[in-house]
Nanobody, 123 residues
Framework: QVQLVESGGGLVQAGGSLRLSCAAS????????MGWFRQAPGKEREFVAA????????YYADSVKGRFTISRDNAKNTVYLQMNSLKPEDTAVYYC????????????????WGQGTQVTVSS
């Protein structure tokens, strides 16, 4: 069992930056692929980024490539999402997720989810 708690969301102006954190419980954090997803009102949950067990491989949605960076610290059981050059269309609830399938953008391949953190980007 893995419990995930996101933090770091908030209100930011377009062009600004935020760093999201996701703290995981349990001693097997390093064995999980970690992902970030987001969901805007009235839209389906959307893949943002994923990172491998070791952190050596990453995978991004085209919409955030070059602006967002996913990283992890297995010693701290934490995964991060650094978001730069934010746009109003990045406004959503951001969720972290843990799974055992290799880097994937499919939500059903993730076994555990956090409660989400709101990110709002004003124009």
């Amino acid at each position: 069992q893995v419990q995930l708690v996101e933090s770091g969301g908030g209100l930011v102006q377009a062009g600004g930056s935020l760093r999201l954190s996701c703290a995981a419980s349990g001693r097997t954090f390093s064995s999980y692929v970690m992902g970030w997803f987001r969901q805007a009102p009235g839209k389906e949950r959307e893949f943002v980024a994923a990172i491998s067990w070791s952190g050596g491989s990453t995978y991004y949605a085209d919409s955030v490539k070059g602006r967002f960076t996913i990283s992890r610290d297995n010693a701290k059981n934490t995964v991060y999402l650094q978001m730069n050059s934010l746009k109003p269309e990045d406004t959503a609830v951001y969720y972290c997720a843990a799974g055992r399938v290799v880097l994937t953008r499919t939500p059903s391949n993730y076994d555990y989810w956090g409660q989400g953190t709101q990110v709002t980007v004003s124009s």
